[in-house]
């Protein structure tokens, strides 16, 4: 599988949602139950799928829809907000603020739950910005 970053930095490819159309019932309810006791997120097993974050909205998983960041590099054909120049960006931090406390919560966990349910969320600054120092290089 390619490794597929989001908007703002997360890896939306080792997210357990992503791809969930094509894992198995049996994975997508692991998953709604974990997001719920880790993260309180209800959600029915049938709605853990997602394509991508900048896939088409039908492929995305719901919570993500709303996104300001998504939408600007969208519409302005860019493939993370590593690629823009606007500096400081409030879409950028309002959705990177969103994972902010996932690296605490995920303290908590084992380390098996920790790499299928926070790690894909972890250190989205970062990889966002080695992303940016990345393009810059080409």
Do not use: N
């Amino acid at each position: 599988m390619d490794i597929m970053m989001s908007a703002c930095g997360v890896l939306c490819s080792d997210c357990p949602a992503y791809g969930g159309d094509a894992r198995s019932a049996q994975h997508r309810r692991r998953t709604a139950e974990a997001w719920l006791r880790i993260y309180g997120v209800v959600e029915s097993p049938e709605r853990i799928t997602c394509g991508g974050c900048l896939g088409p909205d039908r492929r995305l998983f719901h919570t993500s829809v709303r996104c300001a960041a998504r939408h600007c590099c969208l519409s302005r054909d860019l493939p993370s907000c590593a690629a823009c120049s606007v500096r400081p960006c409030a879409l950028l931090e309002r959705a990177q603020s969103t994972w902010d406390e996932v690296p605490d919560i995920g303290a908590t966990l084992s380390q098996d739950e920790f790499d299928l349910y926070a790690r894909p969320y972890c250190g989205h600054r970062e990889r966002l910005e080695a992303a940016r120092r990345e393009a810059k290089g080409r």
